[in-house]
């Protein structure tokens, strides 16, 4: 049994767990490696977002405390992710709903590096977030590729299709595709396809961004592990990287979500901060499955 939380932020939920109530579900033993830790903590993500025999979410976030403030995610299929937008706000929530940190500023680490937490309001419950600045270098999307950037790239899909794409690193690999309509495309399937390009040696999550105005973009976005979700932060907040690059928005932007907006603005020191809600969906026990 597994005492977890689930949260959502803009509807891009996740299960909450703290990490020693995980290690003692799963029975670690002392001295286990930090592979064999990591790959237990896969599975489980697998176990308990799915749908139909778990509790079902776009993915896991293990709180671990000590040595320091970390959050270690995995998406619904087990794959580890650098970091996530909404996943870090629902995880601020969750630790001042706990107790764990009340403080209005602090860091928190993830394996994009450290992101720096700030709870802008309680009720309701917004967090800003210090995301950092964008990385261009092809080699930070893990493309071959021997420019100085990936974008404006045309690429051809099956069934005669080509896109205009621009790819960065932003807390984790994204590309952003820019479009005139969301409804009147297969954006699932070209999602699918773009992320799965062989180009992107470890896939890409793919935003779809409708330009509104100089200070409104609406998006739809293609997880890598995930598929189609409600919202994404990072991917936000590419999308607004992106467009100010082409002059189609200004530095700060509203990005509209299927439930929601976030908020986000392209510091002068070139760090991208991004606001929005978390929300608690549900606490309870979770029983793995019978050996």
């Not at 990490?19 to 286990?32: D, F, P």
């Not at 903590?41 to 776009?58: K, L, M, P, R």
């Not at 680490?109 to 450290?114: R, Y």
């Not at 495309?185 to 062989?198: A, D, R, S, V």
Request: negative net charge; proline residues 3%; charged residues 20%.
């Amino acid at each position: 049994m597994v005492l977890f939380s689930k949260y959502h932020g803009c509807g891009n939920n996740f299960i909450i767990v703290r990490e020693n109530e995980l290690s003692r579900a799963l029975g670690e033993k002392t001295g286990i490696s930090e592979g064999q830790r990591i790959a237990a903590y896969s599975a489980f993500a697998q176990e308990v977002c799915e749908a139909d025999t778990g509790i079902g979410a776009d993915g896991l976030i293990v709180v671990r405390e000590i040595p320091a403030l970390e959050m270690v995610f995995f998406n619904r299929d087990g794959s580890r992710a650098p970091m996530c937008g909404n996943g870090i706000r629902c995880f601020a929530r969750f630790c001042y709903e706990e107790g764990i940190c009340k403080a209005d500023t602090y860091p928190v680490q993830t394996l994009a590096g450290e992101m720096v937490v700030n709870v802008t309001s309680t009720s309701p419950f917004l967090v800003k977030i210090n995301m950092g600045r964008p990385v261009f270098d092809p080699a930070a999307v893990n493309v071959d590729y021997d420019g100085e950037n990936y974008l404006n790239q045309k690429m051809k899909l099956a069934g005669g299709g080509e896109y205009e794409i621009s790819s960065l690193f932003m807390g984790t690999v994204h590309t952003v595709v820019f479009v005139d309509d969301h409804e009147t495309m297969e954006i699932e399937n070209i999602g699918e396809q773009i992320c799965n390009h062989p180009v992107f040696k470890e896939k890409t999550n793919v935003n779809f961004v409708k330009i509104i105005d100089n200070k409104t973009l609406e998006l739809m976005t293609y997880e890598r592990g995930v598929g189609m979700t409600l919202a994404c932060g990072t991917g936000a907040c590419a999308s607004v990287v992106t467009a100010e690059l082409k002059g189609l928005c200004g530095r700060k932007a509203e990005v509209k979500l299927p439930l929601g907006s976030l908020n986000i603005e392209l510091g002068e020191d070139g760090n991208v901060f991004m606001e929005g809600p978390a929300a608690i969906i549900a606490k309870g026990a979770f029983y793995q499955k019978e050996n």
